[in-house]
């Protein structure tokens, strides 16, 4: 049963780069986060000429280290950005309904203690809005609890001092899954797509158009081989933390966008951690908000908490968790649910992301920077793109795409550009994969039976047939390895995500296609050997890759691991 996506993998990269080095297109797109994603679907949808290019991993930075949630933004009330939240809202409705594999109600609870900074008669104020500028579309609406009642849902939360407080509705998210699943819809309408190929000096036109940037020069970073250019006659920059690194490739004159943001999050054991809804922590100190996420469907469950807001250093990649990060968000965790003891030793694993919020010279706090996005006109006659959040990025694309066209029309009017090809029409409200509508899910669940968990069917939609489907006809012959406690055909999870979500490194599915290295405590290194052979013969890599890979694994694994000393 094919997938209506297609292929997407390592033979369309190989496909891609060909096309890169042969073709001219109408849009490049430097970036292959959420944004980058959601900015290909929709020129390819106007049936524009587009290629893609990411130097690592798909959604590798920003767009895997959120805190997997789809939401309104209840906190950006008080700093009055209604528009915002109104949109955010009814983006988050459209998802729900579209993408339902990826996208779930999450209940939500607010406590309000003795002394905090907002009040219940302000909040409940808050919640009614909230529910107003989502017209009502939520899954329900928002509960005013009592302390009693709060105790009840949630018995381990601090009893000292609680006045009672709210539960709502927002949503979780599989946030680098949504960004592939993007980049496949792309894919299938001929977008030109490569992970692992960095883009790395502009390259400028002759003559008239020596003002412009017609192309740039890119490198694949695992296939080798000389440098190119891919040509092209708009270029968008959509690269979140690095926009200011790409900027300065483009100009030595470029001034800073961004006022970035380290976030971390921890993850614990849902045994350890049980929590019937996610939970609104909020630090008296410093004004923070941070979330404890429950996930049943990352492994056999977890509880994500975070996320912190601090500065970050010039790299984005350099980033790390520290020791500070994790004691910071261990107070607060104590401040709310003492009596779990929780202590450093019960954190399954942490990451940390760096979110490109665009800067403001007046704003000192990183929590009143705006969420908004910027679309401006960038040196060379590009467009470039920062800030933004994932659950605006669907209308956020929409936007950078029809002020490239409007920026390319003008440039085409004074000579500067090839006049702009007609473009049709595009809603990119519609499912964007068809697999995966509810309906289905629900065909491919009954046709599975229970000998599979809700959560990988749910996860997968009809997809999760297909995978089965590899684990029955390949299984014998290649030994498939299975983890049942979460990952129940991990082997052929593995060889679906490399055919359809490119995994080009074995880190790619580890740490971004599945939860393995997030949701578990041994990090799936019980199987680490076992899937570097089938991810080579797969990939057809040469004798020895398979042991290099693995190895390549493990020193990833204890890089990420270094907070714990």
């Known amino acids: 049963m094919p997938s209506s996506l297609g292929e997407f993998s390592h033979r369309t990269r190989a496909d891609s780069l060909r096309r890169f080095r042969e073709e001219e297109f109408d849009f490049l797109v430097i970036g292959g986060g959420i944004t980058g994603a959601a900015v290909a679907r929709d020129a390819a949808m106007r049936g524009l ?6 130097k690592g991993d798909f959604a590798q930075g920003t767009s ?4 997997k949630l789809i939401h309104g933004g209840l906190r950006y009330l008080q700093n009055f950005e209604f528009h915002l939240v109104f949109e955010a ?3 988050r409705a459209l998802l729900m309904r579209t993408v339902p594999h990826m996208v779930r109600p999450l209940k939500f609870y607010f406590p309000i203690y003795v002394g905090d900074a907002v009040g219940k008669f302000k909040l409940g104020m808050g919640m009614w809005l909230y529910d107003i500028l989502a017209l009502f579309r939520a899954p329900g609406f928002h509960r005013n609890l009592s302390r009693k009642k709060m105790l009840a849902e949630i018995p381990h939360l601090k009893a000292e001092g609680l006045l009672g407080g709210f539960q709502y509705w927002d949503a979780s998210m599989w946030d680098d899954a949504l960004a592939v699943e993007n980049l496949r819809a792309a894919q299938a309408r001929t977008v030109a797509i490569a992970n692992y190929v960095e883009a790395i000096v502009p390259v400028w036109g002759q003559g008239k158009r020596s003002a412009m940037i017609t192309g740039f020069k890119v490198r694949d970073v695992v296939g080798g081989g000389p440098e ?5 006659n708009h270029i968008l920059v959509c ?4 926009t200011d690194r790409v900027g300065k490739s483009l100009s030595k004159d470029w001034r800073p966008w961004l006022k970035p943001s380290k976030g971390v999050h921890l993850v614990f054991d849902a045994k350890r951690f049980s929590i019937p809804g996610a939970l609104v922590m909020s630090q008296p100190q410093d004004g923070r908000i941070s979330f404890v996420i429950p996930r049943q469907d990352y492994g056999t469950g977890v509880v994500i908490v975070g996320t912190t807001d601090g500065p970050t250093p010039d790299d984005p990649e350099s980033a790390r968790v520290v020791t500070d990060d994790v004691e910071y968000l261990m107070v607060l965790l104590s401040k709310y649910f003492p009596e779990l003891k929780l202590t450093a030793s019960d954190i399954v694993s942490a990451y940390v992301g760096v979110r490109p919020l665009f800067g ?3 704003v000192k706090s990183l929590q009143k920077v705006s969420r908004e996005h910027h679309i401006d006109r960038g040196p060379g006659g590009t467009t470039v793109v920062a800030g933004g959040k994932y659950t605006t990025s669907r209308k956020m694309a929409e936007e950078i795409i029809e002020f490239a066209l409007a920026q390319w029309a003008l440039d085409a ?5 090839e006049p702009v090809p007609p473009t049709t029409p595009a809603d990119t409200r519609d499912p964007i994969n068809p697999d995966t509508l509810p309906e289905r899910i629900l065909e491919t669940a009954r046709a599975l039976g229970p000998g ?8 997968y939609g009809a997809e999760a047939r297909r995978i089965v489907e590899i684990a029955e006809k390949e299984g014998s012959e290649k030994n498939l390895p299975a983890a049942p406690d979460g990952f129940p055909v991990l082997g052929a999870q593995l060889l679906h995500a490399i055919r359809t979500g490119m995994v080009i490194r074995l880190e790619d599915f580890y740490l971004r296609r599945v939860p393995l290295f997030l949701a578990r405590r041994d990090h799936g290194l019980p199987w680490l050997d076992g899937l570097a052979g089938l991810w080579a013969n797969e990939t057809g890599q040469p004798a020895g890759a398979a042991e290099a890979e693995a190895e390549a694994v493990r020193v990833r694994f204890k890089a990420l691991e270094i907070w714990r000393g």
Do not use: H, N, T
């Open 89 to 91: 809202l009814a983006e």
């Open 413 to 417: 009017k004074a000579g500067l550009a």
């Open 360 to 362: 403001s010279e007046g």
């Open 49 to 54: 000429k587009v290629a893609l290019v990411e």
């Open 452 to 459: 599979y968990p809700e959560v990988f069917v749910g996860r």
């Open 64 to 67: 895997s280290k959120s805190s």
């Open 239 to 242: 690269a979140g933390p690095w």
């Open 228 to 232: 190119f250019v891919i040509k092209a």
